[in-house]
């Protein structure tokens, strides 16, 4: 009895306190874990609950980007003198040790584009980009002209200083394009030159007891509207074309076409002069690969052509052929040679290229080009 007694004491004390336990607000605990978890992880990564927002979101601190921060080598940097003037913008002072004294100074906002920049120069170096003891200099977007908080605009700048001495422009300039943000608002090299340099008046920087001159060019690339591709075809279809002229000997007019015939995508004509032409006429036979009259060609565009013309020995000796490089702007255009083989060869039979007045003459095409235009 005793033991039943205890038993069911034991029972009624677990039951209580399971109930005491599901009593609590589930959400209550979730939300205890969640926040207790996220604010190590936000301790750990050096970022700020946003006490807008109760849900233990949070927001990083932006931090303002001069030079480039993602590239690691220096080597993309291009430097260099021009007799050109800055296109953009122009910035000359004339008491520049005075200028010594602060830590930057920036121009007045200038437009380029649909943005306002500004040209900012550091006389003793921007210690927060590692440049103590260098010049400095920048561009920074307002971020008042930029239109949403995601918007990135693309930029190539080139930055200037006058030499004198030289009477040319020191330009610095990056080989990719600057990246600017609401959080990347300021872009530019933080060691364009020692200071040391800088005011050494036998240098050129500084000339006329204490003026400088510095410029900048902001460019705003735009993408390309129109575009071509051009390629090659060199495994072509059927790319062999022979023609067998009959009763030579009875050939009177000063040239002749072939049929049509048509290989890589164009129309095409074999070209003989009988009795030759230009340098040719009387003693050679002249022949051409001609492209067809009938071809419809785009303004400008051409078509590079590698080609073989033959005149076939019919008596297994060797061939006489020439080979045709040649670009092709027109229709009716044609290539090949005034002189491709003497008349007094090509009439002697035991030569073999002129059989019972039979004369085969062949093309052979190896590489024909195509373009294609955007908008075509």
Request: charged letters at 25%.
């Amino acid at each position: 009895m005793t033991n039943h007694y205890r038993n069911t004491i034991s029972i009624v004390y677990h039951l209580l306190f399971c109930i005491s336990i599901t009593s609590s607000s589930p959400p209550s605990l979730i939300r205890q874990f969640s926040d207790d978890f996220n604010t190590n992880l936000q301790q750990e990564e050096g970022a700020e609950p946003n006490t807008i927002i109760e849900e233990a979101h949070y927001l990083h601190r932006p931090q303002e980007i001069s030079s480039r921060d993602y590239k690691v080598s220096a080597s993309s940097a291009v430097t260099g003198l021009r007799h050109s003037r800055p296109s953009t913008y122009s910035l000359k002072i004339e008491s520049f040790n005075t200028l010594l004294n602060a830590e930057r100074y920036e121009s007045r906002p200038f437009p380029v584009g649909e943005y306002n920049w500004t040209l900012v120069v550091y006389p003793n170096g921007n210690k927060k980009d590692k440049g103590s003891g260098y010049l400095s200099l920048y561009v920074t977007i307002d971020k008042s002209t930029l239109v949403d908080a995601h918007q990135e605009v693309y930029t190539d700048l080139r930055f200037y200083i006058f030499n004198k001495n030289e009477r040319q422009y020191l330009t610095i300039q990056d080989t990719d394009v600057w990246r600017f943000d609401v959080f990347k608002t300021m872009w530019g090299f933080s060691k364009v030159l020692p200071v040391d340099t800088f005011k050494d008046t036998k240098n050129g920087y500084l000339y006329d007891g204490d003026h400088c001159e510095f410029g900048v060019d902001v460019t705003i690339p735009s993408p390309f509207k129109m575009s071509e591709l051009f390629s090659i075809t060199e495994k072509l279809d059927n790319p062999r074309f022979t023609w067998t002229i009959r009763g030579f000997s009875m050939l009177f007019k000063e040239y002749y076409y072939s049929d049509v015939f048509s290989i890589g995508g164009r129309s095409w004509n074999i070209k003989v002069y009988p009795s030759g032409y230009h340098t040719g006429e009387g003693k050679d036979l002249s022949m051409y690969l001609s492209l067809n009259m009938n071809e419809k060609l785009r303004p400008n565009e051409k078509i590079y052509v590698r080609a073989k013309l033959r005149v076939l020995n019919q008596r297994q000796f060797d061939n006489k052929e020439t080979q045709v490089n040649y670009w092709y702007f027109t229709p009716g255009a044609a290539c090949g040679l005034h002189e491709f083989i003497s008349l007094s060869d090509l009439k002697d039979s035991s030569k073999g290229f002129l059989v019972n007045d039979v004369l085969m003459v062949q093309a052979v095409m190896e590489v024909i080009s195509s373009t294609k235009y955007s908008p075509s």
